[in-house]
């Protein structure tokens, strides 16, 4: 099978050329950055560390972009020429090589359809303590309203794999809560054994501030209670690709 790395990419000069090169390593069959309109030195960058790079909006341009890293995702699955997507995160800190090939490895098994990295999250050059939103909104929600689902240790973890033909026939959410979104879906289509994790080690990244998390958890928690049948929460998506192509 193909494998195609997706980096969904705004504004991270400082950390894509690591990126592509630890990905490179693994030597997939495409490497595709998905540059969110950035502002920087990225897409420059991106393209001369031998990534393929695409603007967003050059991926159904007819189609008006929304903000949020689900959209350079959801166009990131059709620009994707591989049977495999492998998504990773541009603003990782000393990535290893490996990530690809850990993470595509388990699709051997037909009945595998997503690929969550497990790791060790950091928080300013502590061991442990990243994943904030992870451990006090995503995990408690998913014990209560997924408990199928409680053993995933990242579920907002940006790096993970999919089947492209499973990704085509499932709704993207737009922001923050693409991952989350995802995971259930995948579960909901496929069943909860359809989904397995591997160990990524330590995870090293850009920690971010209170302010920028509140917003990434308040979608993250909209989303899961969306999924799971509560009314009114307000989750902006993009429909599968497969029911508008």
Do not use: C
Not at 6 to 32: F, M, R, Y
Not at 109 to 130: E, I, S
């Amino acid at each position: 099978m193909r494998v195609t790395v997706v980096i969904p990419a705004l504004n991270e000069q400082d950390t894509i050329v690591e990126v592509i090169k630890a990905v490179a390593k693994d030597h997939p069959d495409q490497i595709l950055v998905i540059d969110a309109d950035s502002t920087d030195d990225t897409a420059r960058r991106a393209l001369q560390a031998g990534a393929e790079v695409l603007n967003w909006r050059e991926i159904f341009p007819e189609i008006p972009t929304q903000p949020g890293k689900g959209e350079s995702l959801w166009r990131g699955v059709w620009a994707a020429k591989g049977e495999i997507v492998v998504f990773i995160d541009a603003d990782l800190i000393a990535p290893q090589p490996g990530m690809v090939t850990a993470l595509a490895s388990p699709f051997v098994d037909p009945d595998v359809h997503l690929v969550k990295a497990n790791y060790q999250r950091t928080l300013n050059g502590q061991p442990t303590g990243g994943g904030r939103v992870t451990e006090l909104s995503a995990r408690p929600l998913l014990l209560q309203l997924f408990p199928a689902l409680a053993h995933i240790r990242q579920p907002l973890a940006g790096e993970y794999a999919i089947r492209r033909a499973t990704a085509m026939d499932l709704p993207f959410v737009a922001g923050y809560g693409v991952e989350a979104g995802l995971l259930v879906d995948v579960a909901n289509s496929h069943g909860a054994a359809s989904i397995t994790q591997v160990d990524l080690g330590v995870r090293r990244h850009r920690n971010r501030p209170l302010s920028e998390l509140a917003p990434m958890a308040e979608v993250v928690v909209a989303t899961l209670l969306q999924r799971s049948g509560i009314e009114g929460m307000d989750v902006l998506e993009r429909p599968a690709l497969s029911s508008i192509l």
